[in-house]
Each structure stands twice: as C-alpha cells, then as structure tokens.
C-alpha cells in the first residue's frame, strides 16, 4: 500500500460518514469517495498543506453535486422516499467524527432532506464534524458570514422538527420486542395503545415491494393497517430485532424473505414515528439476514 493510498483509507470513515449524512444512500457515498480517490491520486501533494481537510473539501463539494442531481431523479420515486438503510458493517463508528444524538439515525437523516445542498452541508460540517466557520467557508467557497447564517437557518429547521428523545438501547429493544407481541397478535387496542396519537408512518417501497404509498397520520389509521397486516399474513410474517443505522430496529420477513427494516422514533414508551425501508435495492447490506433468520 502506497502513502496516498495509506492517508486515503485513514480518512475514510470520516469522509463516508460525511457522504453518507449529504446523500443518504451508501452507492453515491461509495461514488462520492472513489470520485474523491482518484482525485487524490492526482493532485500535487506538494500543494496539499492537510490531507483530511483537502479530502474533506473535495468529498463535500461532490456531495453537494450529487445531492442536486439526485433531488431531482427523486420527484419522479413512486411513492414516500427514504433513506438507504446501513448495516453495523457498513455504520461509521463513533470514531469517525464528533457525534451528535443520533446523527446517523434514519429520522435524522429524513429531517436533513428538509435542507439545501449547501444548507446540509454546512449544517453537517460544523455541528456534527466540529468544522469551525472559517475552514466551513473555504470548503464551500463561501464567506464566514453567510455559512454562519446556513448553520443557523438549518440549526432552527432541524431543532424545530426532531424530537429530542433519549432512550438507550435496552429500552429500545424492549419496546419493539413489544411491537412485535401486539403485532403479530393482531391485538388492534394494543397497537393503538403503543403507538403516540400524532404517531406518523412512512414505508419506502419503491414501486418493487409491498408498502403504503403515502405516509400514514394517527394511531388510529396505523393501528389498522398492522392490524389488516396480521389478519392477512396468517402466520408468515417474522420480526426480528436487528441493528440499523447503530440503533436497534426491525426486520421483517414474508416467507422467510427479507421484507423490510424499519426504525421507530421513541421516547420508551410509545412510537412517534415509523420509518419502514421495503425497496430491496436498499436492503443488499441485509441480505445475510434471510438464511439465520428464515431457520430459526
């Protein structure tokens, strides 16, 4: 392995943590990067003064690139759009950068496609990779003032939208092994009973998997559907607990295939929002999951 190769592969967990946050899918942040490498590969290092901060510029701006074109092939997605799930093998460890409550999980995530490209990049550079202004304002091409005011603006977007809920691991395994019991019972009242009253639930089907194409409102509508869900399944559907995005989440089986994952917004006792990721173009990094799971 050469020294650029050596400096690159140091770098690139936090430069895939950063992709991934911009775009959301784990194939452009894969582009982003190799893009991002063979830039490296031929610039002179005589005129690089810092390799993370040159990698950091060049990544950002290819993301921001990406972001633009991608917004505009995701108008034309069948149905409600949602991140690309990621496997523990493929999470950014807390290493990667200073970290956020939450910072990788899909309901941030969604609330950062409430942002412009720049927004977003601004927003992830300084809050969450502990970028100060002037470094932010040379990695985007802009004055210290203006990315202050971006942070701002995408600071007041995001804080007024996210629940700030801290719930831990145990608890939040206990909760969806709860989810599970009532939904596979079928038990209506005791969804509805766990599910917030303004709970909200979006599935990602893609147009190739069974999933609602609007977003669902209230407990009540959702309490039915999970409730058809089970009348209908008669016994083929399997929940599991897995680990999406460094949090604990579900996966669902139809058949012993892998149906979907989905994470939950919580507080510990009831779900706020459901986020269900069926498009298998998303679900590659899950597919081990099929044989252990449709065995046990």
Same mark, same amino acid.
């Given at each position: 392995?050469?020294?650029?190769?050596?400096?690159?592969?140091?770098?690139?967990?936090?430069?895939?943590?950063?992709?991934?946050?911009?775009?959301?899918?784990?194939? @452009?942040?894969?582009?982003?990067?190799?893009?991002?490498?063979?830039?490296?590969?031929?610039?002179?290092?005589? #005129?690089?003064?810092?390799?993370?901060?040159?990698?950091?510029?060049?990544?950002?701006?290819?993301?921001?690139?990406?972001? #633009?074109?991608?917004?505009?092939?995701?108008?034309?997605?069948?149905?409600?759009?949602?991140?690309?799930?990621? $496997?523990?093998?493929?999470?950014?460890?807390?290493?990667?950068?200073?970290? +956020?409550?939450?910072?990788? $999980?899909?309901?941030?995530?969604? +609330? +950062?496609?409430?942002?412009?490209?720049?927004?977003?990049?601004?927003?992830?550079?300084? @809050?969450?990779?502990?970028?100060?202004?002037?470094?932010?304002?040379?990695?985007?091409?802009?004055?210290?003032?203006?990315?202050?005011?971006?942070?701002? #603006?995408?600071?007041?977007?995001?804080?007024?939208?996210?629940?700030?809920?801290?719930?831990?691991?145990?608890?939040?395994?206990?909760?969806?092994?709860?989810?599970?019991? %009532?939904?596979? $019972?079928?038990?209506?009242?005791?969804?509805?009973?766990?599910?917030?009253?303004?709970?909200?639930?979006?599935?990602?089907?893609?147009?190739?998997?069974?999933?609602?194409?609007?977003?669902?409102?209230?407990?009540?509508?959702?309490?039915?559907?999970?409730?058809?869900?089970?009348?209908?399944?008669?016994?083929?559907?399997? #929940?599991?607990?897995?680990? %999406?995005?460094?949090?604990?989440?579900?996966?669902?089986?139809?058949?012993?295939?892998?149906?979907?994952? *989905?994470?939950?917004?919580?507080?510990?006792?009831?779900?706020? *929002?459901?986020?269900?990721?069926?498009?298998?173009?998303?679900?590659?990094?899950? *597919?081990?999951?099929?044989?252990? +799971? $449709?065995?046990?």
């Amino acid at each position: 392995m050469d020294e650029r190769t050596r400096v690159f592969d140091k770098e690139r967990p936090r430069l895939f943590g950063l992709a991934y946050r911009m775009l959301s899918t784990r194939a @452009d942040a894969e582009d982003v990067l190799q893009d991002a490498y063979l830039r490296w590969r031929s610039v002179d290092a005589d #005129r690089v003064e810092s390799a993370q901060a040159w990698l950091t510029t060049v990544v950002t701006r290819l993301a921001i690139d990406r972001l #633009r074109r991608a917004r505009i092939e995701r108008e034309a997605y069948f149905g409600p759009w949602l991140p690309e799930p990621l $496997s523990d093998q493929e999470a950014p460890g807390p290493e990667a950068a200073l970290e +956020l409550e939450g910072d990788l $999980s899909i309901a941030f995530l969604v +609330l +950062l496609e409430t942002l412009s490209p720049q927004e977003r990049a601004a927003f992830l550079l300084h @809050d969450v990779f502990d970028e100060d202004y002037a470094d932010v304002a040379v990695m985007l091409g802009k004055t210290e003032a203006a990315c202050r005011q971006m942070v701002h #603006r995408a600071r007041e977007r995001v804080t007024a939208r996210r629940r700030r809920f801290v719930v831990d691991d145990e608890t939040r395994t206990r909760l969806l092994r709860r989810f599970i019991e %009532v939904a596979t $019972s079928g038990d209506r009242d005791a969804i509805k009973a766990l599910l917030a009253p303004d709970a909200t639930l979006v599935s990602d089907g893609g147009g190739k998997a069974i999933a609602a194409i609007r977003p669902l409102y209230g407990a009540e509508r959702i309490a039915w559907l999970w409730f058809a869900v089970a009348a209908r399944s008669r016994g083929r559907v399997e #929940r599991r607990i897995v680990r %999406v995005n460094r949090e604990p989440a579900l996966a669902t089986l139809f058949g012993g295939r892998l149906h979907s994952v *989905a994470t939950v917004e919580t507080d510990g006792e009831r779900i706020y *929002a459901h986020y269900t990721i069926a498009n298998p173009d998303k679900l590659r990094s899950f *597919a081990h999951l099929e044989a252990p +799971l $449709s065995l046990a």
